[in-house]
């Protein structure tokens, strides 16, 4: 962009220095038929004055004279400075558009940034509310692992009744009753899982693979029947 403006600054001196000297050719040309009518004006009267009066006539070389033409500088001065100020003044134009367009941007882009921080305090808002939830659910649970272990002894308890297993993380209503459609009732039985066991049962639960390794079934049975029946499995 910056080479173009240039390069029509450029020509545009060039045409006004083209016009000036054809200004100047122009007005030498005015300025010598001038002289030569003058001239001719001067002489035709004297046609009778003998030879040696004909040196009076001589001043009217003064008149071819070409000192006229010393005006031009100022015009040529004044062409350039007018060519400097349009030129500075498109540019200062063009850097106000550009400037009125980074506002209209920054305008319409104030409310996406606007949205944006909203998003963000509600985002921090739920992952509190969550950890809020985490740590009320962990509560509880050592709630009822406590209660458990007030419990009374297995042989009061009843012989073959089923422990909850939904205390273990990571076992809801869903998975504890697929448990006990595949046998398992109790925490003891998970606790002696062993790892092949672990890989057949994970293979019969295949809606939720991985889940007895990764929630660590076995080490959180033999901590809660521990807890409830006082024996380490």
């Not at 046609?47 to 015009?75: D, L, Q």
């Not at 039985?189 to 390794?213: M, N, Y």
Request: net charge positive.
């Amino acid at each position: 962009m910056l080479s173009l403006i240039g390069r029509a600054s450029f020509l545009r001196q060039e045409v006004c220095r083209i016009v000036i000297i054809l200004s100047l050719i122009v007005i030498a040309v005015i300025a010598a038929l001038a002289g030569y009518f003058v001239g001719a004006r001067q002489r035709s009267p004297a046609a009778g004055i003998p030879a040696t009066a004909v040196p009076a006539a001589t001043p009217v070389a003064p008149a071819a004279t070409p000192v006229a033409p010393a005006p031009p500088p100022a015009v040529e001065e004044r062409v350039g400075t007018d060519g400097f100020g349009d030129e500075k003044a498109r540019l200062i134009r063009s850097r106000d558009s550009e400037a009125a367009a980074l506002r209209r941007e920054l305008t319409d882009r104030e409310p996406a940034i606007d949205r944006l921080a909203a998003f963000t305090r509600e985002r921090a808002e739920l992952f509190r509310t969550l950890a809020d939830t985490r740590a009320e659910t962990a509560r509880y649970r050592q709630l009822v692992i406590d209660i458990e272990t007030n419990a009374p002894p297995p042989i009061l308890a009843g012989m073959g009744e089923p422990d909850d297993l939904k205390l273990i993380v990571g076992i809801g209503p869903v998975l504890e009753r697929m448990l006990h459609s595949l046998g398992i009732m109790t925490f003891r039985q998970i606790a002696r899982w062993t790892d092949r066991e672990v890989a057949e049962f994970d293979a019969k639960l295949p809606e939720f693979p991985g889940r007895i390794v990764r929630d660590q079934w076995v080490t959180q049975a033999r901590a809660l029947h521990q807890s409830k029946y006082g024996t380490r499995l």
